[in-house]
């Protein structure tokens, strides 16, 4: 079954370094999202990709916080200087229609600790 | 404000026997439900979506239940085996588009014992 994968799964980075977070959606879905969970809280929007721009981001997703589709399957996710409380899982995910009524895959998630 | 409620926010329960875990929520208008099952460290993975439409959809040994009228909604869970224990988010869409316009409730953690 086609499944939404990331890389790395956990990665350890000092404060103020650049991270970039790796998914390749599903091969024949339009949308892609970023989502964040901090340990213990409920998961949280950061940005909606369509048509190889951002459709949509929250106000989490700040000057710091920027997406790529390099290539027809990669879809990045870089924080440009890693701040303490960006210590969360991301998780990137993707449908098939729009985010209302398509059903979003959720990859395995990437865990970032920021020390 | 669009809100999504969740309870219990834990449950402990013995293999085998059945659980309802409940689901209110303020979003309007109102487009679907979703519920997802999390596994520890992992991503979401979706159970199922209910439209306003949509009483009752099972989904093997899940059955979700919506009322529109009261924007409650429940999942029960039937002969509960070792590997159900995960976390399970409801997740309310509006109808205006958008992925901001998804509001995810912060989830029951259940566990199941021997």
């Known amino acids: 079954e086609p499944e939404v994968t990331q890389t790395p799964s956990h990665q350890v980075t000092q404060m103020g370094q650049e991270v970039i977070l790796r998914c390749v959606p599903i091969s024949n879905h339009l949308y892609f999202y970023w989502y964040r969970q901090i340990l213990g809280q409920k998961v949280e929007f950061l940005v909606s990709f369509y048509n190889n721009e951002i459709s949509e981001k929250s106000e989490i997703f700040d000057d710091q916080f920027s997406v790529e589709r390099p290539d027809g399957s990669n879809f990045t996710l870089k924080i440009r200087s890693t701040k303490l409380e960006d210590s969360a899982m991301y998780f990137c995910a993707s449908s098939k229609q729009g985010p209302n009524t398509g059903e979003l895959f959720f990859g395995e998630g990437s865990r970032l600790t920021v020390l | 404000k669009n809100q999504v409620e969740q309870s219990p926010q834990s449950l402990i329960i013995l293999e085998g026997k059945n659980c309802t875990l409940q689901?209110?929520?303020?979003?309007?208008?109102?487009?679907?439900l979703r519920w997802y099952k999390q596994d520890t460290g992992r991503g979401p993975v979706s159970l199922t979506i209910m439209t306003f439409s949509e009483n009752t959809k099972s989904n093997g040994r899940y059955t979700a239940t919506l009322d529109a009228d009261t924007k409650q909604s429940s999942l029960h869970i039937t002969a509960s085996q070792l590997s159900d224990s995960a976390s399970y988010i409801c997740v309310v869409s509006e109808t205006q588009t958008g992925a901001n316009n998804l509001f995810f409730g912060t989830g029951t953690r259940l566990t199941v014992i021997p």
């Open positions: 689901c209110n929520y303020t979003v309007s208008p109102f487009s679907n």
